[in-house]
């Protein structure tokens, strides 16, 4: 396994936005990126960066919007020299992005995600992941829904699938370990 790790909005302009839940997985995907960068695995942010005018405005608040803050990775996972930052203008941070190609330079086989939200970005990164022949893993514990019960449906209906995983990311570690 090649994995990269992929923080999937954890951006400025989503924390108005923040729950109980998303605040809770901040510790723990500042632990997962410390971990990734001891072990040279790439740190990759994919963050929505929408145009004033963007049509998915018609069915969302406006946030995010390009050259704002809120397009910037929040304080507490900031991105360090040699992590890379990806804009993203839909769910996946795989549709009409450079993702993909950044992970087949780097040799990466696995995509770890982290972020919010579950059944959205992380879910729709994660089918597009397989489909562009990469293993997913799920990290449960780097991830949330605005609502606890949200985040469980998607996980519990992928725990046990082989080529998207879900495991906590202390699993994820000694996986990499053995």
Known sequence: MKPALVIIDMIKGNQPFFKETHLRIIPNIK???ENCRELGIPVIY???S???SDWIFNFMKRHAVRG???VEVIDELRPEKGDIVI???RFSAFFR?????TLRELGIDTVALAGINTHVCVLATAFDAVSNDFSVILLDDCCASYKEEI???VTKKFKG???FRVLSSEDFFNEIDS
């Open 161 to 163: 699938m082989p080529a």
């Open 151 to 153: 985040h469980e449906f």
């Open 50 to 52: 929408y145009l004033e």
């Open 46 to 48: 994919a963050n929505d």
């Open 31 to 33: 632990r997962t990126i």
């Open 87 to 89: 804009e993203k203008r």
């Open 68 to 70: 704002t803050e809120g």
């Open 97 to 101: 992005t450079d993702l993909d190609i």
